[in-house]
């Protein structure tokens, strides 16, 4: 098997998984949460209610970007098919020095914010998804209010 087609089969695993009953709870929630500081996070990590959702959505995508570091799936590809990476380190992404500082742990979601960090115009990319992530659930609560 060709390292394209490998690629191509672990990427579908991951979106497998995205499509868990449990996972697609834990990312419509993540979808509708905003934080404003790195205690909203914290408040989120240690609430019950959505802590098991935060995690699992966080630290779902540091292990499929953990795969493309160590070169397990081209990046290439991943990057190109896989853009909800972007959405969720663009809401944690201003914190994660407040993050990692309250938790003890300077390698907290590390990989990535490696992965994601060395594409062009990542900076950019990340501010353009958090105004496009405001824009869509100020429509969601437009429709819901209608």
């Given at each position: 098997m060709s390292k394209?087609?490998?690629s191509a089969d672990l990427i579908m695993k991951l979106y497998d998984?995205?499509?868990e009953d449990k996972m697609r709870e834990g990312r419509?929630?993540?979808i509708s949460f905003f934080p404003e500081?790195?205690?909203d996070i914290m408040k989120a990590m240690i609430d019950p209610e959505t802590s098991a959702k935060y995690r699992m959505v966080s630290t779902y995508w540091d292990m499929a970007a953990s795969?493309?570091?160590h070169n397990a799936i081209d990046e290439e590809m991943f990057m190109e098919t896989n853009g909800e990476c972007w959405v969720v380190f663009s809401k944690?992404?201003?914190y994660i020095a407040g993050m990692r500082e309250m938790m003890g742990n300077p390698k907290y979601l590390m990989n990535l914010e490696k992965l994601l960090m060395r594409q062009p115009d990542a900076l950019e990319t990340l501010v353009a998804?958090?105004?496009m992530m405001k824009r869509l659930m100020q429509a969601r609560s437009e429709m819901a209010a209608k």
């Open positions: 394209e087609s490998k998984l995205r499509r419509n929630w993540f500081s790195a205690e795969f493309v570091n944690i992404q201003p998804r958090r105004e």
